[in-house]
């Protein structure tokens, strides 16, 4: 790349809470507009707000999740402008004290677009954070050909405004720094982060400049960023508008542009303005709080983190760390092989390949998330104990487990008779390995000669002529027995 681009973020982030910022109107999504409203959200003179502690204490929380520290007071600002969104004409924000200070976000590589994660440039990577407050969200306007339509239940629904430092390099970083972000948000159950829903949008800055050591370039912001897919794209046109223009010597103007994802490219909405031209001042209807009181209260939330789960999978189970981020995307998940792995008698490698290839492909068959799972996680259990056992082969194993799906109340080894999965006949099986090895005294002597690899070929025979029904593993251990 000729020019070197920095990217900054400031992602907003709604807060799961029943209720909105300043008063008790729900947050339900997707009611009748106009109907979760109250002279508070509204923004009618003389209403006055009232604090949620649960929106504090979810954003403390993803303060402490994100390693960040918090100021002893922590206090309310009001951002002046004037905007139909926003009808008081002052947003309730935080300035120069916000809940939570530095910190940062480890892009995960499994976060990375997918043709991206053979080359990742900077593995390990942390994006520092240099802020997040709390903030209330405006109303959602709709413009029409003629008209606009306004929607104030989204109005003071509680937002986290989480700004991090130009530390982000390319489009494939910010793609990783969003997911890290929502898959961390998710599992401290903080904000369902759907970027579908509105839940997590984010404003880009970007700048680009020729050399490590020159000052870096006016910076452009783009807005209106509804999907990471979009935020990918919006980057590496931006990257290339800047380039063709530096190019041509033309530098850019601090400024504010829209993405247009159906046309493909981002247009200039405003030059910038800048904080002060908001003419921020402390908001006289709510006082300050004392973070450390709720700090106590937030610490035992604080659950173990994606990657701290990562590295307890591959050392406790020896799972190879594919499978680790696989199982660990999200909690319940993670959950759900936990509870496989320590109640059944097979390997936790077995578990995991189960839940990774059985469980998700027939919960993906069936539009079914995981937490509404039919077959418990007890039951596969009981499943792959089995298997273990040799009373069932591998082949019949997922027939008992379709046949679960729709009986999942019954005992699995009860079902597994039922559906006539008798245990291999054992002498049956004993002929079969007898006559594999008659058949092949070429293999045999290599193996008596130290070629033991060469085991798996005879199992593989005998697999064959019994028509999957022998358990390859005690197959093996016969052959050894017979041979070695
Ligand atoms: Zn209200």
Redesign the pocket.
């Known amino acids: 790349m000729k020019y070197i681009p920095t990217i900054g973020l400031e992602v907003h982030c709604q807060v799961k809470t029943n209720s909105?910022m300043f008063?008790a109107?729900p947050t339900s999504f997707g009611d009748e507009p106009n109907t979760n409203?109250?002279p508070?959200?509204l923004g009618l003179p003389g209403a006055l707000p009232v604090l949620n502690q649960n929106a504090i204490e979810k954003t403390l929380l993803a303060g402490l999740m994100l390693g960040c520290g918090s100021p002893a007071i922590s206090k309310w600002d009001r951002k002046n402008y004037f905007y139909p969104d926003m009808p008081k004409n002052y947003q309730t924000t935080q300035m120069d004290f916000p809940l939570c200070l530095d910190g940062g976000v480890p892009l995960y590589d499994h976060n990375y677009p997918k043709d991206y994660q053979k080359n990742i440039a900077n593995p390990g990577k942390v994006v520092r954070l240099n802020r997040i407050h709390l903030e209330e969200d405006v109303a959602k306007s709709t413009h029409l050909a003629n008209n606009s339509l306004i929607d104030f239940n989204r109005a003071?629904t509680p937002l986290m405004e989480i700004v991090s430092e130009p530390d982000l390099a390319s489009a494939e970083e910010t793609f990783a720094y969003i997911k890290t972000l929502q898959q961390i948000l998710i599992y401290g159950d903080i904000s369902d982060a759907d970027m579908e829903k509105g839940q997590l949008r984010c404003d880009v800055n970007i700048s680009i400049r020729k050399h490590e050591e020159d000052p870096l370039g006016e910076r452009i912001e783009l807005k209106n960023l509804n999907s990471i897919s979009a935020v990918r794209r919006a980057i590496h046109y931006e990257i290339a508008r800047q380039s063709a223009d530096l190019d041509k010597g033309i530098g850019q103007e601090q400024s504010t542009w829209r993405w247009d994802d159906d046309l493909g490219e981002s247009q200039m909405m405003r030059s910038k303005e800048d904080a002060h031209d908001y003419r921020y001042f402390p908001c006289p209807d709510l006082l300050p709080i004392q973070t450390e009181p709720l700090l106590e209260v937030v610490r035992p939330r604080v659950p173990e983190l994606p990657h701290e789960k990562v590295d307890r999978f591959t050392r406790d189970y020896k799972l190879t760390p594919y499978d680790a981020s696989v199982l660990t995307a999200e909690r319940p998940l993670s959950d759900y092989f936990e509870t496989v792995a320590t109640h059944t008698q097979a390997p936790p490698k077995k578990a995991a390949n189960w839940v990774i290839n059985n469980l998700l492909a027939i919960l993906k068959e069936n539009h079914t998330e995981i937490t509404a799972s039919p077959i418990k996680a007890e039951t596969t259990a009981k499943v792959l104990s089995l298997v273990e056992a040799g009373t069932i082969s591998n082949n019949q194993a997922k027939d008992l487990f379709v046949a679960l799906w729709d009986q999942p109340n019954t005992d699995p080894a009860a079902l597994a008779q039922e559906m006539g999965f008798e245990p291999a006949d054992n002498s049956a099986i004993d002929a079969l390995i007898d006559e594999a090895i008659a058949n092949n005294p070429k293999q045999v002597a290599e193996i008596q000669g130290g070629n033991e690899k060469l085991i798996n070929f005879l199992t593989g025979q005998v697999m064959k002529a019994s028509k999957g029904k022998a358990n390859p593993k005690l197959v093996t251990d016969a052959i050894r027995g017979k041979l070695l």
Request: charged share 10%; glycine share 12%; proline share 0%.
């Open positions: 909105k008063c109107c409203t109250c508070t959200c003071g």
